[in-house]
């Protein structure tokens, strides 16, 4: 039986019932009608760049398996044998012409069709019908500026109506040079105790935790005016704005020098040196902004300054469970000294550790929220807006 949702929001008073954070039904019915009909982040193009090439990623809690075929078409599979329903590639990312299930050896091509059955004339004497017993595929596989998504609904728009407006502010962090972009280094990941909406919606909106969560790192510089707390005049001089639009959340606001005193020698020379470039890539208006905290709905959120130049998938895990993976994002064209201190800078910056304990405060109302799920409380989404 289906939750009834509606009088858990009150648009107009801008209160949400703290169930829907605890609550296991109501996070069962996301499983299915929020994760398995929108469009979902699976991977980037440069983790799979040649035929044969995979990357495991999940669409809510099934795990899906994209692929790089050797024709060089990219797929994603439902990550289970047809047979048992056991995982038919544990490996992380890789590169294989086939892959075979642990359990009873039926071996699948880097396409997702079946290609071998353990005992096909002894046991099933030939009369199993290898075409039809393929990995499950993903409905819809797209992708947009490099990031590759999928939907398990045939019936889904298509990826650029998905996105909307959106897309003209996404190519800002992904297009902003001719080569667009690349992942640089490993993916970090670590598990919140708290539900996947919120995360996602501290990255989408949420602009009113800045001076409060993240005042420490501030004062040492990883944020901030170098080491030292922003005037009133120089906040209102770069002060952006929210867009919202089916869904999504985005960050925008004037373009600036980056300035953590740890990476200002490499990454503001690099900056002046491209400027030119990103102008005539993506115009006078585009060129001269830049993307701050940001939220593609459902899970995936992306942070567009230099040295926390970051994508983050807010993986479901339960209601009071996220798992965060974590990339640092580059342009694909810079030198290998700027990828790097993008990924020195997505390791040391201090957002991860602040996010983690921001999320636990979060956590903390959450947890407050089963016992007053029957309750009137509720949390206001007014705070921060404009």
């Known amino acids: 039986m289906l939750t009834d949702t509606q009088n858990l929001v009150d648009l107009k008073r801008g209160l949400i019932s703290r ?3 605890v609550d296991q039904e109501i996070y069962e019915q996301e499983l299915e009608q929020v994760f398995a009909r929108n469009w979902c982040f ?13 990357v495991s990623s999940y669409i809510g809690e099934d795990p899906v398996l994209v692929v790089r075929d050797s024709r060089g078409k990219i797929n994603a599979f439902l990550n289970t044998c047809r047979h ?9 990312h890789g590169n294989a012409a086939a892959f075979t299930c642990t359990y009873h050896g039926w071996t699948y091509g880097n396409d997702g069709k079946l290609v071998g059955v353990p005992g096909y004339k002894e046991y099933y004497y030939e009369e199993l019908d290898m075409e039809q017993w393929g990995l499950v595929p993903v409905a819809q596989v797209d992708s947009y500026k490099g ?3 999928g939907t398990f609904d045939p019936e889904a728009p298509s990826l650029l109506d998905y996105l909307g407006d959106m897309a003209w502010y996404l190519e800002i962090l992904l297009g902003r040079r001719k080569g667009g972009s690349v992942l640089v280094g490993g993916v970090q990941k670590w598990i919140m105790n708290t539900d996947w909406k ?26 901030g005016a170098g080491g030292r707390i922003r005037s009133e005049q120089e906040r209102q001089a770069i002060r952006g704005f929210n867009v919202s639009a089916n869904g999504h959340g985005f960050g925008v606001g004037p373009f600036r020098p980056d300035e953590n005193p740890l990476y200002t020698d490499v990454f503001n020379p ?27 709905f459902p899970n995936l959120s992306m942070i567009g300054g230099e040295v926390h130049r970051t994508i983050r998938i807010w993986h479901p895990r339960g209601p009071d469970k996220t798992e965060v993976w974590s ?15 993008h990924r020195l800078g997505a390791l040391t910056s201090t957002t991860r550790s602040a996010s983690v304990k921001g999320a636990t405060a979060r956590s ?23």
């Open 84 to 92: 048992r329903g056991m995982r038919v590639c544990r490996a992380d």
């Open 19 to 21: 169930r829907v954070y």
């Open 364 to 386: 903390t109302l959450a947890t407050s929220g089963r016992r007053l799920a029957s309750t009137t409380s509720a949390v206001s989404t007014n705070a921060g807006r404009s």
């Open 270 to 296: 690099y900056l002046e040196s491209i400027k030119d470039e990103v102008v005539e890539q993506l115009g006078p208006v585009r060129g001269q902004l830049r993307i701050g905290a940001s939220t593609l």
């Open 42 to 54: 699976l991977a980037h193009e440069a983790q799979v760049p040649n035929p044969g090439d995979f």
């Open 147 to 149: 990031l590759i998504f």
């Open 327 to 341: 990339y640092a994002l580059a342009d694909a064209e810079a030198p290998a000294e700027v990828k790097n201190a």
């Open 198 to 223: 919120l995360p996602a919606d501290n990255f989408g909106s949420d602009g009113y935790h800045v001076p409060v969560t993240h005042i420490s790192a501030q004062k040492v510089g990883f944020l």
